[in-house]
């Protein structure tokens, strides 16, 4: 079982910050991609950010500059810095990672989301 932990969400004005953190705990044997999704009301899900075992970072063209994806392997977290804020970026934030388990069983997980709020 594994078990994805979501914080650092809140309430900011326009042109301020976030560090978004999604701590992964349980049966882990290795964790492969990691990514960032996130939601408004009324919109599909969509891919923001990933970043490979070796910390390789892609990015969703919109938020490129702003957005800085990264993770910390010892501590089985990844992280998303959020520069800039505009209200656009007002949604739920989701991590997601690609698990190994112990029993070598390997599936996506998702955390239980994360409420950035952007006031204008």
């Known amino acids: 079982q594994v078990q994805l932990v979501e914080s650092g969400g809140g309430l900011v004005q326009a042109g301020g910050s976030l560090r978004l953190s999604c701590a992964a705990s349980g049966s882990i044997f290795r964790i492969n991609a990691m990514a960032w999704y996130r939601q408004a009301p009324g919109k599909q899900r969509e891919l923001v950010a990933t970043i490979t075992i070796n910390g390789r970072p892609n990015y969703k063209d919109s938020v490129k500059g702003r957005f800085t994806i990264s993770r910390d392997n010892a501590k089985n977290t990844v992280y998303l810095q959020i520069n800039s804020l505009k209200p656009e970026d007002t949604a739920v934030y989701y991590c997601?990672?690609?698990?190994?388990?112990?029993?070598?069983?390997?599936?996506?997980?998702w955390g239980q989301g994360t409420q950035v709020t952007v006031s204008s």
């Open positions: 997601n990672a690609d698990v190994s388990t112990m029993d070598l069983r390997r599936d996506a997980y």
